[in-house]
């Protein structure tokens, strides 16, 4: 009986070794490949005074700071007033590309408006979210 418990005690802690160490091992990969980036842009494009039913189309140029290319998994305006088109090639660092995103003011409130578009990429944070501004008159 003593013999089972010790043989089981030994391969119990062989495996709980062997766990914790694929772990560690794991987690020093992880932060080995990361391939986060930075990336600038101007956050807010200000429309101006439009009369309902226009459409609104801002640009928003977006720089690669970082060293490793930039790549835009998806932009998504915040209703469905609001599409954006993204860069569908990886961005270099130091290049530039540009998010046109626009705003159907046909399906707003008239008044002041902020509609907003995230940017989803191999960034930290992984999310940059942009604002479309504008005031729409009848």
């Known amino acids: 009986m003593k013999k089972v418990i010790f043989i089981l005690s030994g391969v119990l802690i062989l495996a709980s070794c062997n766990d914790s160490s ?19 842009v101007n956050p807010v494009y200000e429309a101006g005074e439009v009369v309902k039913g ?12 970082g060293k490793y290319p930039l790549v835009i998994s998806e932009v998504k ?7 954006a088109e ?12 540009t998010i046109k995103a626009e705003v159907d003011t046909e399906k707003t409130s ?7 578009v ?4 191999n960034t930290e944070p992984s999310v940059t979210e942009v604002v479309i501004k504008a005031k729409v008159k009848n």
């Open 118 to 121: 995230r940017i989803v990429a």
């Open 110 to 116: 008239t008044g002041d408006i902020s509609k907003s």
């Open 77 to 83: 305006g915040s209703c469905t007033c609001t599409v």
């Open 54 to 65: 226009e459409i609104i189309t801002g640009t928003f140029t977006v720089k690669n700071t």
């Open 22 to 40: 694929s772990s560690t091992t794991e987690a020093a990969e992880n932060v080995e490949v990361g391939n986060k980036t930075t990336i600038t």
């Open 86 to 97: 993204k860069p569908e090639k990886p961005i270099a660092p130091g290049s530039e590309a």
